[in-house]
């Protein structure tokens, strides 16, 4: 009788310890973590920054939690070594001033992030990022209204595109690649791009004239459309994104990357439940592949994924970037978060750099990230990632300096 007393504790007791052991690849340690720092058989606490340790496949080898091994990985998860990100950059906005949600911009909203033009130093901003904290990409969003100086066609005003070329070019000359980022949320004026909007064929001829400036240039890469969101039909926006990615080739930019985006905003967590992925997933080249068709995702870290508080609540993990990941390993394909970010904040540091951590650590399906923004931002900005020049000498904020830039 006392030995059946004792082995119901101690089963108990089993079962909660494994329980609580954190699975295959999910966070087991850093600042601020509070979960469990022991992981599941087969697996080890591998120590990635002060912020985000996560369990990886394998054994430690000695008592070091941040021991790795080279054990073949479980189909299904990433590879024990998957590589550095390819890109990580800041956007540099500016030319998508004056754009609301709902697609109406004005041309004159616009203003561009250069000296010459009268705006912040942005050419100094880029070289600063490049030379100094080890950014290799730089979005750089701009109204379709810019583009065409306020007519509803695909032909673009030449005054205005020198300008925003300045910008493209002062982008190239860093060495770092550089998105082309419509920044319309899928829309001219209130109206849906191929859904009562403006036709495919007018969406499709905007692509093909930006794409025949750049065709050559491998450091370009092709944002098709930022934060698409309330699309009734997401079939159809693949459709309209497939008008787009055929100009673009058919143009002779044959090689570049170009950047999917999906519906609610490009949100990475509702990515696969949205229809996202499915409709965009058909989207391909000319020749019928999928060659460099990037999943555009974007996920804040704020309370409403909106990116207006200075507060972050989540790292975006259980619910956005761990789903996705699998999702992107089960079906050949990979995504690129072009825009996220947070306030200079403790918490931000904290659930950012988890986040960060986490793209790096499955980088064989994540390309990198973006975050937004710097360029003409204010500092005092909530989401402000713009370096100050005190004589000479950048100064970086607190979120770049702990989770952003790559030294």
Same mark, same amino acid.
């Given at each position: 009788?006392?030995?059946?007393?004792?082995?119901?504790?101690?089963?108990?007791?089993?079962?909660?310890?494994?329980?609580?052991?954190a699975?295959?690849?999910?966070?087991?340690?850093?600042?601020?973590?509070?979960?469990?720092?022991?992981?599941?058989?087969?697996?080890?606490?591998?120590?990635?920054?002060?912020?985000?340790?996560?369990?990886?496949?394998?054994?430690?080898?000695?008592?070091?939690?941040?021991?790795?091994?080279? &054990?073949?990985?479980?189909?299904?998860?990433?590879? &024990?070594?998957?590589?550095?990100?390819?890109?990580?950059?800041?956007?540099?906005?500016?030319?998508?001033?004056g754009?609301?949600?709902?697609?109406?911009?004005?041309?004159?909203?616009?203003?561009?992030?250069?000296?010459?033009?009268?705006?912040?130093?942005?050419?100094?901003?880029?070289?600063?990022?490049?030379?100094?904290?080890?950014?290799?990409?730089?979005?750089?969003?701009?109204?379709?209204?810019?583009?065409?100086n306020?007519?509803?066609?695909?032909?673009?005003?030449e005054?205005?595109f020198?300008?925003?070329?300045?910008?493209?070019?002062?982008?190239?000359?860093?060495?770092?690649?550089?998105?082309?980022?419509?920044?319309?949320?899928?829309?001219?004026?209130?109206?849906?791009?191929? /859904?009562?909007?403006?036709?495919?064929?007018?969406?499709?001829?905007?692509?093909?004239?930006?794409?025949s400036?750049?065709?050559?240039?491998?450091?370009?890469?092709?944002?098709?459309?930022?934060?698409p969101?309330?699309?009734?039909?997401?079939?159809?926006?693949?459709?309209?994104?497939?008008?787009?990615?055929?100009?673009?080739?058919?143009?002779g &930019?044959?090689?570049?990357?170009?950047?999917?985006?999906?519906?609610?905003?490009t949100?990475?967590?509702?990515?696969?439940?949205?229809?996202?992925?499915?409709?965009?997933?058909?989207?391909?080249?000319?020749?019928?592949?999928?060659?460099?068709?990037?999943?555009?995702?974007?996920?804040?870290?704020?309370?409403?994924?909106?990116?207006?508080?200075?507060?972050?609540?989540?790292?975006?993990?259980?619910?956005?970037?761990?789903?996705?990941?699998?999702?992107?390993?089960?079906?050949?394909? /990979?995504?690129?978060?072009?825009?996220?970010?947070?306030?200079?904040?403790?918490?931000?540091?904290?659930?950012?750099?988890?986040?960060?951590?986490?793209?790096?650590?499955?980088?064989?399906?994540?390309?990198?990230?973006?975050?937004?923004?710097?360029?003409?931002?204010?500092?005092?900005?909530?989401?402000?990632?713009?370096?100050?020049?005190?004589?000479?000498?950048?100064?970086?904020?607190?979120?770049?300096?702990?989770?952003? &830039?790559?030294?």
């Amino acid at each position: 009788m006392m030995k059946g007393v004792y082995a119901i504790p101690l089963f108990s007791l089993w079962f909660t310890l494994a329980r609580g052991q954190a699975q295959e690849w999910q966070q087991c340690g850093g600042i601020g973590f509070t979960g469990s720092t022991t992981c599941v058989s087969g697996s080890v606490c591998s120590v990635i920054n002060d912020y985000y340790s996560q369990c990886v496949p394998g054994t430690a080898s000695s008592a070091s939690a941040s021991a790795t091994s080279s &054990a073949p990985t479980p189909s299904g998860s990433a590879p &024990a070594s998957a590589g550095p990100l390819r890109f990580a950059g800041v956007n540099i906005a500016g030319f998508d001033f004056g754009c609301n949600t709902d697609g109406s911009c004005t041309a004159s909203g616009a203003w561009p992030p250069l000296l010459q033009y009268y705006g912040h130093d942005g050419a100094g901003q880029m070289q600063h990022f490049v030379n100094d904290d080890g950014f290799n990409v730089f979005r750089l969003p701009v109204g379709w209204q810019f583009l065409t100086n306020d007519v509803l066609t695909g032909t673009l005003d030449e005054d205005n595109f020198q300008e925003y070329d300045t910008l493209v070019q002062t982008c190239l000359a860093t060495g770092a690649s550089c998105i082309i980022d419509v920044h319309n949320y899928a829309r001219w004026n209130g109206e849906i791009i191929g /859904q009562g909007g403006p036709s495919n064929d007018i969406f499709a001829s905007l692509w093909s004239n930006i794409a025949s400036k750049y065709a050559d240039n491998d450091q370009i890469i092709f944002g098709v459309m930022n934060e698409p969101h309330d699309i009734p039909d997401i079939n159809l926006w693949a459709g309209s994104v497939q008008a787009a990615v055929t100009a673009i080739r058919q143009a002779g &930019a044959t090689t570049q990357l170009i950047l999917l985006p999906g519906n609610d905003y490009t949100s990475a967590e509702t990515f696969i439940s949205n229809g996202s992925a499915a409709a965009l997933g058909n989207v391909t080249n000319p020749d019928g592949g999928f060659t460099n068709l990037i999943f555009d995702v974007h996920k804040y870290l704020d309370s409403d994924n909106s990116g207006t508080h200075d507060d972050c609540v989540t790292n975006n993990i259980d619910d956005a970037f761990g789903p996705l990941a699998t999702y992107l390993r089960a079906n050949g394909r /990979q995504a690129f978060n072009t825009e996220t970010g947070g306030g200079n904040t403790d918490s931000c540091a904290t659930y950012l750099c988890q986040q960060i951590a986490f793209v790096q650590q499955n980088s064989d399906v994540f390309l990198g990230y973006v975050g937004w923004a710097a360029g003409n931002f204010d500092p005092s900005y909530v989401l402000s990632e713009v370096p100050t020049d005190t004589n000479g000498v950048w100064n970086d904020t607190s979120l770049v300096t702990a989770c952003l &830039a790559p030294k």
